[in-house]
Nanobody
Framework: QVHLVESGGGLVQAGGSLRLSCQAS???????MGWFRQAPGNEREFVAS????????GYADSVKGRFTISRVNTKNTVYLQMNSLKRDDTAVYYC???????????????????????WGQGTQVTVSS
């Protein structure tokens, strides 16, 4: 079992940047990882994912070109760099570890929350106009 803790959220003006971190107390180096977000009244939605070694990544269309996912396995940490933030990015952001010891999730699977078995508690990101 792995424990995931997100940090780095906060209040930022539109157009600003934040970097979220996901610290794992346990093994994540051989797992694909993902970031999701959930705004009030909405379902949890996929944001980005990254393969076990960082060689492959994928993004939701809504964040492509603005967000970057990365990882440092020696630190058991996954990051989400968010630039050019918009009000629509306001949500609680969650990191998650893929289930079944999978090192890579394909384009369809990576967007489904059920493909991930471990979740953090989330960090709030609020973008003001």
């Amino acid at each position: 079992q792995v424990h995931l803790v997100e940090s780095g959220g906060g209040l930022v003006q539109a157009g600003g940047s934040l970097r979220l971190s996901c610290q794992a107390s346990g093994g994540i180096s051989t797992y694909a990882m993902g970031w999701f977000r959930q705004a009030p009244g909405n379902e949890r939605e996929f944001v980005a994912s990254i393969s076990w070694n960082g060689a492959a990544s994928g993004y939701a269309d809504s964040v492509k070109g603005r967000f970057t996912i990365s990882r440092v396995n020696t630190k058991n940490t996954v990051y989400l760099q968010m630039n050019s933030l918009k009000r629509d990015d306001t949500a609680v952001y969650y990191c998650a570890r893929a289930s079944g010891d999978r090192r890579f999730l394909g384009p369809e699977m990576r967007e489904r929350p059920e493909e991930y078995s471990s979740w953090g508690q989330g960090t709030q990101v609020t973008v003001s106009s």
